[in-house]
């Protein structure tokens, strides 16, 4: 199977995702908890990964993300 990102990076989302919830002084914890009460489950580690580029983000997690920070998902593909 093909990488199609340089590294050891797992997404491109993970950088924009820490960066939206630092503006919003929001805690990994508390934006987990957040995702959970729209049904998505990612614990606190989870969001540490995503943020670190460690680990995947499914569709479903992205919208949801998305949808805690009020943006489109285009825009957690923004630098």
């Known amino acids: 199977?093909?990488?199609?990102?340089?590294?050891?990076?797992?997404?491109l989302v993970g950088k924009k995702i820490k960066k939206l919830r630092k503006q919003r002084k929001m805690t990994q914890r508390e934006l987990s908890e957040k995702l959970e009460l729209l049904g998505v489950y990612v614990c606190r580690g989870s969001v540490s990964r995503m943020e670190e580029r460690t680990r995947t983000v499914t569709d479903i997690e992205l919208y949801a993300i998305s949808c805690v920070f009020g943006v489109p998902v285009s825009a957690l593909f923004e630098e």
């Open 1 to 11: 199977m093909a990488r199609i990102i340089d590294g050891s990076a797992m997404n």
